[in-house]
């Protein structure tokens, strides 16, 4: 005979277990991602990362907690500002994902050091190059990078042709406004280098890749004038920051305007959040507290949101260098202290990846 709580029980269990069935499901294809561009370098300067007691390399403690996607940024070399993202060190550290079975994002910057919205720094070696050698180069590079990638056993799933290029690349021959023609150049050149370096296999896909995550003005200004070269790319990728990108409604709103308009997959490529007040947020109104908890919480919120864009066109979402070991101007966004210990983060994808648990908890 069952009673009250017996049949209180199995309705909390059933409601328990198509929640997470269905967190499940709509998680199948879904990019659980994490750019660890400077773990290898933390790990090699002694840097150790705990999952709570427990001390594992972190490709091992991400893999643990449902990552699913690594990114990778490269340079191109020689790189400067003694940065570790030369080739070899980016095709050592996608041979240790890939074993795992991470799936692999690779990041071209075209630059030898950072490329961004406040700058996209042409390579010294292509400053005295004219326009069309340079578009020759960047399409010499790109297949001569995507087959060193493949001859090692590691081609990339997807590789995004520059690094938020909502500004152009390649200052100031392909930088935006004034150059579009340029810059359609170049990422023409990019994907056709993709497809060359891939070989006779299946080309990564292409995405490109905007800071545009919280404007949808910006965002429609961008891919209108760009769709107008007619490039080929399968996925939009944002920047989602909201100390610089705007509000979660804000990005709602433009996750939902660019499925509807572009009919292409979404991915927030790049999201972060301090779990301490950090100088990048200071005297702002931000969507959660500062603290441990509330980076949680605003992983858990971007995640639904994703999850959430029309058409079932979210497909991912990355957090940028969540494992920086002592780089200090870094580590209020990292899932880790200062010790290395790891913050309640780390398992806000948990729900969504976990194996499902078995009838009578067990």
């Not at 403690?61 to 699913?68: A, C, D, L, V």
């Not at 404007?215 to 790319?233: M, P, V």
């Amino acid at each position: 005979m069952k009673t009250p709580f017996h049949l209180a029980a199995g309705i909390f269990a059933g409601i328990l277990f198509f929640v997470v069935t269905e967190n499940v499901s709509r998680a199948h294809d879904f990019a659980f991602g994490a750019d660890l561009s400077f773990l290898k370098q933390a790990e090699d300067c002694g840097q150790v990362f705990k999952d709570g007691t427990n001390a594992l390399p972190g490709l091992q403690i991400f893999k643990n907690h449902g990552y699913n996607w690594i990114r990778l940024r490269l340079f191109v070399e020689p790189v400067s500002n003694n940065l570790p993202n030369d080739l070899p060190y980016t095709l050592a550290l996608a041979q240790d994902a890939k074993k795992l079975g991470y799936k692999f994002l690779l990041d071209f910057h075209y630059a030898n050091t950072w490329a961004d919205p406040g700058k996209q720094p042409t390579p010294e070696a292509w400053k005295n190059l004219s326009h069309p050698e340079r578009v020759q180069k960047v399409f010499e590079y790109t297949r001569d990078t995507i087959a060193a990638f493949r001859d090692a056993g590691v081609l990339p799933d997807m590789v995004q042709v520059g690094n938020e290029i909502t500004v152009g690349m390649l200052w100031p021959d392909g930088k935006l406004p004034e150059h579009w023609d340029n810059f359609a150049d170049y990422v023409r050149a990019g994907a056709k280098g993709v497809a060359a370096g891939s070989g006779t296999n299946l080309p990564p896909k292409i995405m490109l890749h905007v800071d545009t995550g919280g404007s949808q003005a910006k965002t429609k200004w961008f891919f209108e004038n760009l769709n107008r070269y007619q490039i080929f790319y399968d996925v939009i990728g944002f920047s989602f920051y909201p100390w610089w990108q705007g509000s979660l409604e804000d990005l709602r709103e433009n996750l939902a305007f660019t499925a509807n308009t572009y009919g292409k997959d979404v991915i927030v490529v790049e999201a972060a959040y301090n779990w301490r007040p950090a100088r990048e947020s200071s005297g702002r109104v931000e969507p959660f507290a500062e603290t441990p908890e509330g980076q949680r919480e605003f992983l858990d919120e971007v995640t639904r949101i994703v999850m959430n864009t029309p058409n079932g066109r979210g497909k991912g979402i990355f957090w940028w260098e969540p494992a920086v070991g002592n780089r200090s101007g870094l580590v209020s966004r990292s899932f880790f202290d200062e010790d290395g210990n790891s913050l309640p983060v780390l398992s806000a994808f948990d729900k969504y990846t976990l194996p499902l648990p078995r009838a009578g908890g067990k």
